[in-house]
């Protein structure tokens, strides 16, 4: 329940990084430090200035194919195979031998086994899906209806309206329950909505994908349902919230006490909804998207129960695809991955196996993980380069000339409330789910419902300041808004991102720009919207604000100008987050590095001075391809930009890089100076 959102919230906010290390100290001393730049992958026939992705990474994107099970591949792709095969050797571990009932072994060994099995899988077709499509024709009325959409939450079953627990943004010493629009099959409301030919095919290609699954899985006059389903998610998404306004938190946030809900939905049995969830004690809900929630209440009732039973059975049928049959789970690829991704094979079984378990008991694998891969060095290591990257921030903003002294208070207050969490918890999650061998199925569903329910157990709670929304084995780095926390799982500090046998200059370009590019989610767009202590709160100047969105509207032309394929251009709102935090980031690890050179002189090393190997290491971070239809899922649903723009977008806005590499007026990145934002 929560990862919808935590995931929406934190998605609101991501990155990537890594780090390999000694363990003898004496040893490490003898270490003859690397440039840690990749030479072998750069074509330094191109020009700095004209593309400076190509220029650090350009000899292995001519020679490097995306594998045909991956839609892209680059850096973050590859570190997070390493960290599955790590985990399968986990698994392995646990693989012979019998183990007590309820033990994390057990639990382990035998869900893997039982995602693996696909004979049984193939034996059971679609008839583990018989009890939720009873439960949906069980539906007489629409007060039943209303009591199926909480049920379904329960299991992560789409549907129009999802509840969540989070931290109530204006008080986050509490937690609180909200809604959220959901209920599409398709990534996002513009594929339903846009003319062109491609939204046209991908339309009708989805249709024969419900027709398809429908035979699959038995159900009669599949053709018939497949248009009504269409039609019916067709209306939602013509209410849903456009993905560039749900960044505005502020004017997201509408909390309304429990007893004055059906003011917004007056059709809609509120009492029987949060019975069903659960809820019916707590005193407020926060209902995120308003308008489209008040709309729904008219699209249920001009629904008749009968096509919302089809819609449900395909809301059913869709969510639980990959845990179901060979032939069901081909079906679901072939529509999402190799018609909208452009994937051409599956990834091996044993790979999708290993994913399930860390989705499912990430932390029970998390623990052995760390005792494996993640020595106490790193974390040593880590904690100094926060240091030196908060430090870099707080100079910053004392220097910063557009800012008054209030608000670079506030700022600074904010700063220094920061928390870093890095590699692994201190507390670990407990898993109290059966889990049997051969029932993947029924896992699934008791662990969706376990994790629901721990959900819930926090209402009432105070806040767990010790949780994390990622394994540590998650090749992936976030910021919370409302702990103002930044979190770094040990599987992304490893090389290239971070190496201890490298020379500064290139961990600061790399990892040092992933910790400030978090640090910088403090202040993006919505960040800033947040005090320290978590609260959702204004703490800017009129006149500071106004200059804040004038510099960060600057940056919204700039990606908007930015063109991914031919005709289909990045979306400068929607990526707004991830581009300061981009900016932010390797602005202030290039501020970091110097810091942590203590005035002394940087050493050249492979002929590239310090300040270049900042660049190189951050453009090496980067270094990615991606099919040309991913790449159009990742414009239409990502709010992070494509890798090159994650690059080219942010090094043109900094100075040191037209001095680092001797970039003139002529060449393609090059802005005027009064073009180059700078925002921190």
């Known amino acids: ?146 009591t199926y959409f909480a049920y379904a939450n329960k299991y992560g079953i789409s549907v129009p309206l999802t509840l969540f627990v989070y931290q109530d943004l204006k008080n986050p010493t509490i937690y609180t329950v909200y809604t959220y629009q959901g209920g599409l099959g398709l990534p996002d409301r513009e594929y339903y909505l846009k003319d062109d030919d491609r939204s046209k095919e991908i339309r009708a290609k989805y249709v024969e994908h419900i027709k398809k699954m429908f035979d699959l899985a038995g159900i009669q006059a599949a053709e018939k349902a497949a248009v009504k389903i269409m039609s019916i998610e067709t209306a939602i998404a013509e209410k849903h919230l456009e993905k560039e306004k749900t960044r505005d938190l502020v004017s997201l946030y509408n909390m309304f006490p429990t007893d004055t809900l059906s003011n917004i939905m007056p059709n809609f049995n509120w009492t029987g909804y949060l019975e069903e969830a659960g809820i019916k004690d707590e005193k407020n809900l926060g209902v995120l998207m308003l308008d489209y929630t008040k709309a729904l209440d008219k699209i249920i009732t001009s629904t008749s129960i ?250 919204v032309s700039q990606y908007d100008s930015f063109e991914a394929l031919p005709g289909l251009n990045v979306n400068g709102e929607f990526t707004l987050g991830e581009n300061i935090g981009d900016l932010g980031g390797l602005s202030i690890a290039l501020k970091a590095y110097k810091i942590a050179l203590n005035g002394k002189e940087s050493p050249v090393m492979d002929n590239y001075t310090g300040e270049q190997r900042v660049f190189i290491g951050y453009a090496q971070s980067w270094r990615n391809k991606i099919r040309d239809e991913a790449l159009r899922v990742q414009i239409n649903t990502d709010p992070h930009s494509p890798a090159n723009f994650r690059v080219n977008g942010v090094v043109s806005n900094i100075p040191e890089f037209y001095t680092a590499f001797n970039v003139q007026k002529s060449d ?9 934002v700078k925002i921190w």
């Open 306 to 555: 009968e096509d919302w039973k089809i819609y449900l059975k395909w809301s059913a049928l869709n969510t639980y695809a990959s845990r179901l049959s060979k032939a069901i789970t081909d079906q679901n690829f072939d529509f999402y991955s190799k018609e909208l991704r452009g994937t051409p094979e599956q990834r091996p079984l044993w790979r999708r196996g290993v994913s399930t378990v860390n989705g499912t008991l990430g932390e029970v694998v998390g623990k052995i993980y760390v005792k494996k891969h993640f020595p106490p060095e790193a974390k040593e290591r880590m904690e100094t380069l926060v240091s030196n990257l908060l430090k870099a921030y707080e100079q910053s903003i004392k220097e910063l000339d557009w800012m008054s002294a209030d608000t670079k208070k506030e700022a600074l207050d904010k700063l220094s409330k920061f928390t870093p969490k890095i590699g692994y918890p201190d507390k670990w999650k407990s898993y109290d789910i059966d889990i049997k061998r051969e029932d993947l199925f029924g896992n699934l569903q008791r662990a969706a419902l376990m994790e629901y329910n721990r959900e819930l157990a926090k209402l009432g709670q105070p806040i767990d300041k010790t949780e994390w929304g990622m394994t540590p084995q998650t090749v992936n780095a976030y910021y919370n808004p409302t702990l103002n926390e930044i979190v770094f799982p040990a599987a992304i500090l490893q090389p290239p991102f971070f190496d201890l046998n490298a020379e500064d200059a290139i961990n600061y370009g790399s990892i040092g720009a992933v910790i400030g590019h978090e640090i910088g989610h403090g202040f993006d767009d919505k960040g800033s919207t947040f005090d320290g202590d978590g609260a959702m709160r204004n703490w800017w100047t009129e006149n500071d604000l106004e200059e804040f969105k004038k510099r960060t509207s600057a940056l």
């Open 1 to 146: 329940m929560k990862a919808k959102f935590v995931i929406k919230i934190l998605s609101l906010f991501v990155a990537l990084v890594s780090i390999s290390c000694k363990s003898d100290s004496k040893e490490e001393k003898e270490i003859v430090l690397t440039s840690g730049v990749l030479g072998e992958y750069m074509d330094t026939s191109v020009k700095p200035g004209d593309n400076f992705t190509a220029f650090v990474n350009g000899t292995w994107m001519k020679n490097t194919e995306i594998p045909s099970d991956k839609s892209s591949y680059g850096i973050g792709y590859i570190l997070h195979e390493e960290s599955e095969d790590s985990v399968k050797e986990i698994i392995e571990g646990s693989a012979d031998g019998e183990f007590e009932k309820g033990t994390d072994e057990q639990k382990v060994q035998d869900l893997y086994k039982s995602y693996i099995d696909l004979e049984t899988r193939n034996q059971l077709g679609a008839s583990p899906l018989q009890p939720e499509f009873d439960k949906v024709d069980s539906i007489n009325n629409y007060d039943d209806l209303a």
């Open 668 to 676: 393609s990145l090059y802005l005027a100076p009064e073009k180059r």
